[in-house]
């Protein structure tokens, strides 16, 4: 059974950075892909970014493009988001997830983690 392990999280004043991390515990862990979504207070989670495993493709929300880098290292099965020029706004809880099968890298994560807060004082 694959587990996700969040960390990196905290509290960052606005313009600050930080990297948060999201390591998949299991023998055999080849996902399609591998994303971070968040959850604000009172909101929906949305998602963020996201990453395939297996070719050179990401994806990223328009609110954090140019701010936030998702990178792999597969040999660890670990991903990484790398989080720059901070906002309020961005804070929330961050999720890493991953999705197992084939289709579109917007949906359809299949295994989360327990989530990690980042805060963004002003």
């Known amino acids: 059974q694959v587990q996700l392990v969040e960390s990196g999280g905290g509290l960052v004043q606005a313009g600050g950075s930080l990297r948060l991390s999201c390591t998949a515990s299991?023998?055999?862990?080849?996902?399609?892909?591998m994303g971070w979504f968040r959850q604000a207070p009172g909101k929906e989670r949305e998602f963020v970014t996201t990453?395939?495993?297996?070719?050179?493709?990401?994806v990223y929300a328009d609110s954090v493009k140019g701010r936030f880098t998702i990178s792999r290292d597969n040999a660890r099965n670990t991903v990484y988001l790398q989080m720059s020029s901070l906002k309020p706004e961005d804070t929330a809880v961050y999720y890493c997830?991953?999705?197992?099968?084939?289709?579109?890298?917007?949906?359809?994560?299949?295994?989360w983690g327990q989530g990690t807060q980042v805060t963004v004082s002003s």
């Open positions: 299991g023998r055999t862990f080849r996902p399609y892909a």
């Open positions: 997830a991953t999705k197992s099968l084939p289709g579109s890298l917007l949906s359809n994560y299949d295994r």
């Open positions: 990453i395939a495993w297996s070719r050179d493709l990401t």
